[in-house]
């Protein structure tokens, strides 16, 4: 795996192009898919409105982040079928080590699915952890998505850069909570996963330590 080829985008934003070599996105899908038997995909729905996501979801690890009519929150459990999520797999908290540094184990690994060309995600901040100092560990496998990034405001000057199979992304320090969304897919630029569409695994710190 390359870590040296690694850009600042803006102060605490850091993309790693081609982080993942093809031979381990390969391993890494299948490790993610077959956790999808204890962790299963489903559709979260907004807070209030219950609108559903474009994306499916699901997560590893102690802490997952949902979505509900309620509002948004970590809890143990999996919110369809009530058992303890999947394990976080090693493999990514090895990276988690290597490029945080962060002194204490991620305790979420979000995944969203976007499976056809419709699914993206609008402008967010992620601030439902206590541990704020922890950066944010984005992978993307499968199709290329087109990113965007904000400023701490839902108003202000954006940019848009591309996400790549294999690319991660580090989101932390001053842009930590910097709003940030995916405007759209890139279909069939992947054929890491089957039937087309995009994972992206982000790698949470939520309690502090
Ligand atoms: C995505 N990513 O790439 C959505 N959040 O599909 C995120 O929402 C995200 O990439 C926090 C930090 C990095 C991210
Ligand atoms: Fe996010």
Redesign the pocket.
């Known amino acids: 795996m390359e870590k040296l080829d690694r850009l600042t985008v803006s102060e605490g934003v850091r993309i790693f192009p081609g982080l993942i070599d093809a031979p381990a996105q390969k391993v890494l899908i299948g490790e993610v898919a077959a956790l999808f038997v204890q962790s299963p995909l489903y559709r979260p729905v907004m807070p209030g409105s219950g609108t559903p996501f474009r994306v499916e979801q699901t997560c590893f690890g102690p802490l997952g982040w949902v979505s509900d009519r309620s509002g948004y929150r970590y809890q143990p459990y999996h919110p369809v079928t009530g058992q303890e999520w999947a394990t976080i797999p090693p493999a990514l908290l090895t990276l988690w080590n290597e490029l945080t540094g962060y002194p204490a184990p991620p305790e979420c690994c979000l995944v ?1 699915f ?1 499976r056809g060309d419709q699914a993206k ?1 609008g402008l ?1 901040q ?1 601030r439902d952890e206590p541990a704020l100092d922890a950066p ?1 560990l ?1 992978l ?1 496998l499968g199709d290329s ?1 087109l ?1 965007r990034l904000g400023g701490s405001t839902r108003k202000g000057p954006t940019r848009s850069f591309r ?1 790549n199979s294999g690319d991660g ?1 580090i ?1 932390g320090g001053p842009a930590r909570l910097s709003f ?1 969304g ?1 405007d759209r897919l890139y279909p069939d630029t992947s054929r890491l996963i089957d039937g087309g569409g995009r994972i ?1 695994l ?1 790698l949470r710190r939520v309690t502090r330590p």
Do not use: C, E, G, R
Request: charged content about 5%.
């Open positions: 969203n976007y995600m967010h992620d944010v984005s993307s998505a990113f996400l992304l989101f940030h995916i992206n982000t």
